[in-house]
């Protein structure tokens, strides 16, 4: 008896994007929606927003991304998870926005939208209003991204590696605003990272680095903090 491969992934319980990930290389025709928050672990207002980005990372749809800021460090409690190169991403993205400067917390849909994100309904309702453009293909592997052709934003788009937590952080906070609240962190990002540029053309990029058990994504994104035009995670 012929099993044609639909029929062997419904056997062994296993979707497509499920093998894909055991065997290491996923594809992305289509793709997720980007979901980035930035937090803080020095702000009273961020434990119900992280909430929220733990519940959304849920979706299959969606890729969340938690982001810790620095510049409530000074305040009496530094972030454990935060760095500058964090910080610099959000207010890249507030002049697109309409917004006059960086707050907490924010959350940013598809580099497009932003809602503060304290009403999981709030964040449902931007995501639910974007219109995605699947953008290019793209492959991705343990240790390489390969971006297919397409059209590229005027300018040009950077491509970005991120690595980030797989599930969810509890830390203790001993000062500051949340002191001694234990606050659950999800999808947490370690490492932001600038690798080149995509311009239209089929382009590959080695990953460098080591996972050490993080997971990975690739966003391709109009420069100076403009739209996603493409994403992948594995």
């Not at 990029?205 to 990975?216: I, S, V």
Request: with cysteine; proline share 6%.
């Amino acid at each position: 008896m012929t099993f044609f491969p639909s029929t062997v992934f419904a056997i062994l319980g296993l979707s497509a994007l499920d093998l894909a990930a055991t065997s290491g290389v996923v594809e992305a025709a289509g793709r997720p929606i980007v979901v980035e928050l930035f937090t803080s672990q020095g702000c009273s207002s961020c434990p119900p927003a992280n909430a929220n980005l733990i519940e959304l990372s849920r979706r299959p749809d969606v890729l969340a991304l938690s982001f810790a800021v620095t510049y409530w460090d000074r305040l009496g409690w530094k972030d454990i998870f935060g760095k500058p190169e964090f910080t610099a991403r959000q207010v890249d993205y507030e002049p697109g926005l309409g917004q006059s400067g960086p707050f907490t917390p924010q959350f940013v849909v598809e580099g497009r939208g932003t809602v503060v994100g304290a009403r999981l309904s709030d964040i449902e309702a931007l995501i639910a209003a974007q219109k995605i453009d699947a953008g290019p293909t793209m492959r991705l592997t343990r240790d390489r991204a390969t971006i297919g052709a397409g059209k590229a934003p005027d300018g040009g788009a950077n491509v970005w590696l991120v690595r980030y937590e797989r599930g969810v952080l509890d830390v203790a906070v001993k000062r500051g605003e949340n002191s001694d609240r234990t606050l659950p962190h999800g999808h947490v990002v370690r490492s932001l990272a600038r690798i080149g540029g995509w311009t239209g053309d089929a382009v590959e990029f080695a990953l460098t680095g080591q996972a050490d058990g993080l997971r990975t994504a690739i966003l391709v994104q109009a420069r100076h903090g403009g739209p996603i035009v493409s994403a992948a995670t594995d």
